[in-house]
């Protein structure tokens, strides 16, 4: 696993609507910037052993920055993985929808929900939002909330840009009523 750069931002919203936010609202992302292992071998049929291997290490690499840098019990959370033009979304969902991946951040954020995701082929600087929900109820409607993210030079033709984001919180001012009261 080639690592190029490894991004990672903190959002404060402190008003919302015109009211304050207190305390204030603490969103983090953390993207890394990684080699498309599949890159420049034409069509791969058993994406499998590259899984195994790199997976894991993302997830150990990711998960504890991210918690790290949102400073906070993390609520809601989620994950991308945004492919290089010269690869297939299917590299990306390969190595974020395993539980080699994703168990480390559900671990580090005492989570048991299943981790939104976002996938997509696009060129470098494009943004792209990362869905979050509840790290224990995904019918938790406060926590139905999408983070905006981008890296301006990933990822490259052959590269991965994958990602995971914790919110400290719901969305800011969150008032819609439970789920239950509608069923």
Avoid at 113 to 119: G, H, N, S
Avoid at 136 to 164: F, K
């Amino acid at each position: 696993m080639n690592v190029r750069k490894i991004v990672t931002t903190v959002e404060e919203v402190l008003t919302e609507g015109g009211e304050p936010v207190s305390p204030a609202a603490r969103v983090a992302v953390v993207l890394a910037v990684i080699d498309n292992p599949w890159a420049g071998q034409g069509f791969v049929r058993d994406l499998a052993p590259v899984i195994d291997d790199v997976a894991p290490r993302l997830g150990e690499l990711l998960a504890p920055r991210v918690v790290e840098a949102l400073g906070a019990p993390v609520e809601a959370y989620g994950k991308a993985a945004i492919v290089g033009l010269d690869g297939e979304i299917e590299h990306g969902s390969a190595l974020i929808h395993t539980l080699k991946f994703g168990d480390h951040f559900r671990k580090a954020a005492d989570a048991t929900t299943l981790l939104p995701a976002v996938e997509k082929r696009a060129g470098a600087g494009t943004v792209f939002d990362i869905p979050l929900k509840h790290v224990t109820d995904a019918t938790t409607r406060s926590h139905h909330q999408t983070v905006e993210a981008r890296v301006p030079d990933a990822p490259r033709a052959g590269e991965i840009v994958i990602g995971l984001a914790a919110a400290a919180q719901g969305r800011p001012q969150a008032r819609l009523a439970p789920l239950s009261t509608e069923q």
